[in-house]
């Protein structure tokens, strides 16, 4: 019997590469083909869907992809999401010194102007519960569709209806769920790829920071993190 079509709810800088790795040593096989034209709803999620008969290779739709990013096909009717969070400050602080070193990203001119900028910027600021949150609800163009107190709750919500979520520092319990569901095959290894990165901002970009402003412009992000963290470990 052919196994469930698993969707990954990537946010970037959570460990989705090395998830994703270790999914395909256990056997899965990414989707390569998408076709996004007419929006429906999968009982879950809304999403893209395509009215043509496909049958997709693959098993594993991994990517930057939001929930409800792609509702892909007839064969995917059980499909099964899942998702890695991460404390917010240490996220926003990889994805800075990400950004940084990539002349070509899209955020690294908004990075050059210093954390405290960086962390404030619309694609940037609670980037963890936009992705679970979903497309259609949490952001468009640039602005952000509901007030923070929704996005909290909606992704939380979101959070506790799909397959599983963990927290990314927590990797002793990422292996054994993964492993426990038949995601990750046993002797499959990802702890060292997922070492948290523990480089943090420099000094001058740690005084610029006013952590009392950031936790509150976070607050749907580390509503999403302790819900996570108490309830999936």
């Known amino acids: 019997m052919a196994r469930k079509i698993l969707y990954h709810i990537h946010t970037p800088k959570t460990a989705g590469t090395s998830v994703r790795e270790a999914l395909v040593n256990s056997g899965y096989s990414v989707v390569n083909r998408f076709v996004k034209p007419d929006i429906v709803d999968d ?20 990517g930057h992809f939001k929930a409800g ?87 939380v919500a979101r959070a506790k209806r799909i397959e599983f979520i963990a927290p990314q520092d927590n990797v002793d319990y990422l292996f054994s769920i993964m492993k426990d569901r038949g995601f990750i095959n046993e002797g499959v290894g990802i702890a060292q790829a997922m070492n948290v990165n523990n480089e943090k901002p420099y000094n001058k970009d740690v005084a610029d920071l006013c952590m009392e402003e950031f936790k509150k412009a976070y607050q749907p992000d580390y509503c999403l993190y302790q819900w996570v963290y108490d309830n999936c470990c």
């Open 69 to 155: 990013e792609f509702v892909i096909f007839r064969a995917f009717k059980k499909t099964q999401y899942f998702a890695v969070v991460r404390e917010p400050f240490d996220w926003v602080c990889s994805l800075y010194f990400y950004v940084l070193k990539r002349k070509n990203h899209y955020l690294h001119k908004v990075a050059q102007g210093g954390l405290a900028s960086f962390v404030y910027h619309p694609y940037v600021v609670n980037m963890q519960s936009r992705y679970l949150a979903g497309r259609f609800f949490s952001f468009l163009y640039g602005v952000q569709l509901i007030n923070n107190s929704m996005l909290a709750k909606l992704s």
């Open 43 to 62: 009982g879950l999620f809304k999403g893209h869907f395509s009215k043509e008969i496909v049958n997709p290779r693959g098993d594993l739709i991994a």
